[in-house]
């Protein structure tokens, strides 16, 4: 079976279809597990891949959508989100029951929850951009301003900051 019909991808190929993005998943034909994978078999910049993380700030879940080539500023969430409360990664459980995803294939286009999203700006770096679509080998091809509409999110240079800053 293509992991193109599992259930988790066809929620997000139907999530695009709605915006008339047909057949916008594509699935890897390389087997990849990590996000400087993806960018290999993809052979674009890592920056140019979309991290998905899950955080909760105080009893509230949130999305941050990161550059591949950025770590998350875990201290800005609570002013990014304008939320009070102690910023926590939740396990991988936690993550797969408010999402339907599990951490390898997550996107918050089709998850199970609307949540609310930052979207970090280095992205814009990039014309085209590469987010996981339900499946850690499935993505489609999408734009900063395509996620931030199809996200209602709000983009911010506060919610990341380079691996390696030069």
């Known amino acids: 079976m293509s992991n193109l019909e599992l ?3 066809k929620r997000v190929r139907k999530a695009l279809a709605e915006v008339g993005r047909l057949d916008a998943v594509r699935e890897l034909s390389d087997s990849v597990r ?8 993809l052979d674009v910049e890592l920056g140019a891949v ?13 999305f941050v959508l ?3 080539d950025h770590l998350c500023s875990e201290d800005q969430l609570s002013k990014v989100f304008q939320l009070q409360g ?6 991988a459980d936690l993550v797969r029951a408010v999402t339907g995803f599990s951490n390898g294939g997550m ?6 929850s609307k949540l609310p999203t930052a979207i970090d700006a280095s992205l814009k770096r990039f014309e085209t951009i590469y987010a996981a679509a339900g499946h ?4 489609f091809e999408t734009s900063v301003d395509e996620l931030k509409s199809l996200t209602n999110g709000l983009v ?11």
Do not use: H, M, W
Not at 50 to 62: A, D, E, L, P, S
Not at 136 to 139: K, P
Not at 156 to 166: D, G, Q
């Open 86 to 91: 102690d910023v926590v990664r939740p396990s």
């Open 136 to 139: 850690n080998q499935c993505i």
């Open 107 to 112: 996107t918050p286009v089709g998850s199970v």
């Open 66 to 68: 990161l550059a591949g």
């Open 50 to 62: 979309v991290k998905t993380q899950v955080f909760t700030i105080g009893n509230r879940y949130v």
């Open 7 to 9: 259930e988790s991808v």
């Open 34 to 41: 990590n996000t400087a994978q993806i960018a290999q078999a």
């Open 156 to 166: 911010s240079y506060a919610v990341a900051s380079p691996t390696n800053p030069s």
